[in-house]
């Protein structure tokens, strides 16, 4: 079965440091992969889609980048965090419906 | 634009009582439906999918949800709620402009009254 797997779980990092999120499926080949910001008291936003090794597709303008390095691996990343970057960020994968990640608690400080 | 409205930012039922929430979608073909649930602090979980056939979809936790394409609508229900079902609830649709994307409502928190 598929699983998808988020890292850290909880994250506190000051203003001004860069960030790295992970996210890794298993059990399923060249899924189409989605990094979701959720604010607090707010409804999900998509920051960026893949749908393979190296296409990234950015829905919003913001402080943050997206990359694939492998199929079932999907980054998100910054390079200097904003205190508007806190949030629940939330990794997915498709096949149709999207299958959510456990989600990683960014605050920024 | 393609859009998903959930009406209630918030409702509050008693335990046992019937639940009905709302989500109204603007589409302009056949829509892929869908209905999630997230837990506080939690991912979120789908709950149903309505892609053709029956309008009437079971799905998990006692769940069920009618399309009613006449109303463009997409309610989900359950007879008894539980405690558990307190949540976060969210209807959603895949994009026409690109099947890769899912267009979610803002969602409806469900609080459960003892």
């Known amino acids: 079965s598929q699983t998808i797997h988020q890292w850290p779980a909880t994250l506190v990092q000051p203003v001004g440091s860069p960030l790295s999120l992970e996210c890794t499926v298993e059990?399923?080949?060249?899924?189409?992969l989605y990094w979701y910001r959720q604010a607090a008291g707010r409804g999900l936003q998509l920051l960026f889609y893949s749908v393979g090794i190296g296409q990234i597709s950015s829905e919003v303008p913001q402080n943050l980048s997206a990359s694939r390095p492998q199929d079932r691996q999907f980054i998100l990343s910054s390079k200097k965090l904003l205190l508007s970057d806190s949030g629940f960020y939330l990794c997915a994968w498709s096949i149709g419906e999207q299958y959510f990640g456990p989600g990683t608690r960014l605050t920024v400080t | 634009a393609q859009s998903v409205t959930q009406p209630d930012i918030h409702i509050t039922v008693s335990e046992g009582a019937s639940l009905e929430l709302r989500c109204n979608y603007s589409?302009?073909?056949?829509?892929?439906l869908f209905w999630y649930v997230q837990s506080p602090g939690q991912g979120l979980q789908l709950l149903l999918k309505?892609?053709?056939?029956?309008?009437l979809v079971q799905g998990i936790k006692g769940f069920e949800a009618e399309f009613k394409r006449s109303q463009s609508s997409f309610n989900l229900r359950k007879p008894s709620v539980h405690w558990s079902d307190a949540a976060e609830y969210f209807c959603a649709v895949v994009s026409y402009s690109s099947a890769s994307k899912i267009i979610f409502g803002s969602g409806t928190r469900l609080s459960i009254r003892p």
């Open positions: 589409y302009g073909a056949t829509p892929y």
């Open positions: 309505y892609f053709s056939g029956d309008t």
């Open positions: 059990g399923t080949s060249n899924p189409n």
